[in-house]
């Protein structure tokens, strides 16, 4: 048996029933919660040379907040880095702006699967990690939560968005456009200079989207 094949059968009776307790809908690999307008994903990955009865698998929590799916299918189509093409109802895991490893203990980063061996102990642990981090992420979701965790540091963003120059700054003010207000404002402001040395074209027109998705005025 391929230790994907095994992985499989044993969260059907560990993993998959939590989160179905949890109100998450879906199938290995991927499972999804519709809450407070966001998506909550949690994902099961095996990398392509999990090929054999041996393999490492990483599972993940991550969170697709409404204004970043709005934007990714609106504002970013025709740009490779973040162009989405995903329905709703099958968000995956480059959907999300927010995600976190859920490692196994002690220093592994993935899970180790040897599908001679019987894995419901890794399905049992894989259950019960995911569920101690889960509530952490769900106070990500809804609007604003996910800004406020990043402006107070206590949520790094994960993807591309992490990495282009300016894309911190134009991930806040995408993010933001759900709630408007003085912060907004701010935000737009330095998306706008932070646009004007930025290598990538993403923050120049991603600012006018923001500021028709809030209601403001298009000074751009």
Not at 11 to 21: D, E, G, I, Q, S
Not at 41 to 49: D, E, Q, S, Y
Not at 161 to 180: K, T, Y
Not at 197 to 210: A, E, K, N, Q, Y
């Amino acid at each position: 048996m391929l230790a994907r094949d095994a992985l499989r059968q044993a969260v059907k009776t560990t993993l998959a029933p939590a989160l179905r307790a949890q109100g998450f809908r879906g199938t290995y690999p991927t499972w999804r919660l519709q809450r407070e307008g966001d998506v909550v994903l949690v994902n099961l990955f095996g990398n392509k040379f999990n090929e054999g009865p041996y393999g490492d698998f990483a599972l993940s929590i991550g969170v697709v907040p409404a204004a970043w799916w709005a934007w990714s299918h609106e504002c970013a189509q025709g740009d490779i880095l973040f162009e989405s093409e995903s329905r709703p109802g099958k968000e995956q895991p480059w959907d999300c702006l927010y995600s976190t490893a859920v490692r196994p203990r002690g220093r592994r980063e993935q899970w180790p699967v040897d599908a001679n061996q019987d894995v419901t102990g890794v399905g049992e642990a894989m259950t019960a990690a995911a569920l101690r981090a889960l509530p952490a992420v769900l106070e990500l979701t809804g609007p604003g939560q996910l800004a406020a965790a990043i402006q107070a540091g206590k949520a790094a963003l994960t993807g591309a968005s992490s990495a282009i120059s300016g894309g911190p700054e134009m991930s806040l003010a995408v993010l933001l456009s759900d709630i408007g207000g003085a912060e907004l404002v701010a935000a737009c402001t330095t998306l706008e200079s932070v646009a004007e040395h930025s290598t990538s074209p993403m923050p120049r027109r991603t600012l006018p989207w923001v500021r028709r998705r809030a209601g403001l005025d298009d000074a751009s």
